[in-house]
């Protein structure tokens, strides 16, 4: 399945140094990693939140990565606002199993105004 991350510039250079095959471990104050289905919602979090946020360097990227259907089995997907937003919650302490499950490499580009 074809997901979409929205992330700031710190989160940014942090898959860059894992070669884009992974995303970093939560932070404490973030016990779950929420991976979205779709680019437009992902390019709104990007676009409204990332950039205009201190914490994320007033930078924002969209992901584009590929996970293993058989890994996601196990998670629902949450509808969180509009019919779109949708998005799956994974647990911090998954992390790990989440980024082997991850296919290639994450592709990263910059967030615009939709």
């Given at each position: 399945m074809i997901l979409y991350r929205p992330v700031g510039e710190q989160e940014h250079?942090?898959?860059?140094?894992?070669?884009?095959?992974?995303?970093p471990p939560r932070l404490l104050e973030q016990p779950i990693f929420c991976p979205v289905l779709d680019w437009r919602y992902a390019a709104e979090i990007a676009w409204r939140w990332n950039k205009k946020d201190k914490n994320s360097g007033y930078q924002g990227y969209v992901t584009r990565f590929e996970v293993e259907d058989s890994f996601l089995a196990k998670y629902d997907v949450h509808t969180v606002g509009r019919s779109y937003h949708q998005e799956y919650w994974i647990p911090a302490e998954d992390m790990a199993a989440f980024n082997r499950h991850i296919i290639g490499k994450i592709q990263v580009m910059e967030a615009k105004e939709i």
């Open positions: 250079i942090l898959i860059a140094e894992s070669g884009y095959t992974a995303f």
